[in-house]
């Protein structure tokens, strides 16, 4: 159980253009789902968090306005990269947690690779 | 501020144990987490400590002091897919996982 689908899993698209990445919890209803980039040989840094319906909470020094996010549902969430950059490139993971699913254990995606040129 | 600590990279034998340490600090604490990461992909749950003491798991267990801001991970009986990083997190007293670096782990065999 407990299982985070992302689509697409590798997206290449040139700079300038916006790029949407899904997320969906298969089999539970997420009540917190998070965003995070991880740049090669780096540990994992949180973008945002989201609950359903409401807005995300953006961390520090990451635009909102550049990462929309929008958590429309309980099992799905979206991350839309606009005018995307080659800096953007990176690989986004994300997470969702359930209050029953023990102590806020995060349940990871596959992750996206994304590559700007 | 918060901070976790690991080593960035360690080598151990096929079939050995290694201890993986890990240090915290953190606004309050909720428990800390051990990850498993292979190399383009993401992040496994391995284990949850909240209280002292030692938890097995299979090959894995996971060690906590929480007077000490201090945890290990072991791995016996090693084997070359344990290859991989080993992400440290600590639950803040907001609930928010604070991230470690990573401790990439090299299998010789």
């Known amino acids: 159980g407990a299982v985070v689908s992302q689509h697409p899993s590798r997206v290449i698209c040139k700079s300038g253009t916006s790029v949407k990445i899904e997320c969906r919890s298969l089999?539970?209803?997420?009540?917190?789902m998070f965003w995070y980039r991880q740049f090669p040989k780096q540990s994992l840094m949180l973008m945002a968090t989201?609950?359903?319906?409401?807005?995300?909470?953006?961390e520090q020094g990451v635009e909102k306005d550049k990462f929309l996010i929008n958590h429309a549902s309980l099992t799905l969430s979206t991350l839309t990269v606009t005018s995307a950059h080659p800096e953007d490139s990176s690989f986004y993971i994300c997470?969702?947690?359930?209050?029953?699913?023990?102590?806020?254990?995060?349940?990871f995606g596959p992750g996206t690779r994304l590559t700007v040129t | 501020g918060q901070n976790i600590d690991q080593p960035t990279e360690m080598t151990a034998t096929e079939g050995a144990i290694v201890q993986i340490n890990c240090t915290y600090q953190?606004?309050?604490?909720?428990?800390l987490f051990w990850y498993q990461q292979h190399a383009g992909e993401a992040p496994t749950f391995l284990s949850y400590?909240?209280l002292d003491g030692l938890e097995e798991k299979g090959r894995f267990s996971s060690f906590l002091s929480r007077s000490k801001g201090y945890s290990y991970l072991l791995l016996k009986e090693l084997q070359m897919k344990d290859s991989a990083s080993y992400l440290c997190?600590?639950?803040?007293?907001?609930?928010?996982?604070?991230w470690g670096a990573g401790t990439k782990l090299i299998i010789k065999p």
């Open positions: 989201s609950n359903e319906g409401s807005k995300a909470t953006y």
């Open positions: 997190a600590a639950l803040d007293s907001n609930y928010q996982l604070i």
């Open positions: 997470s969702a947690t359930y209050a029953a699913g023990g102590p806020y254990e995060q349940y």
């Open positions: 400590n909240v």
């Open positions: 953190t606004s309050g604490f909720n428990g």
């Open positions: 089999d539970f209803q997420a009540t917190t």
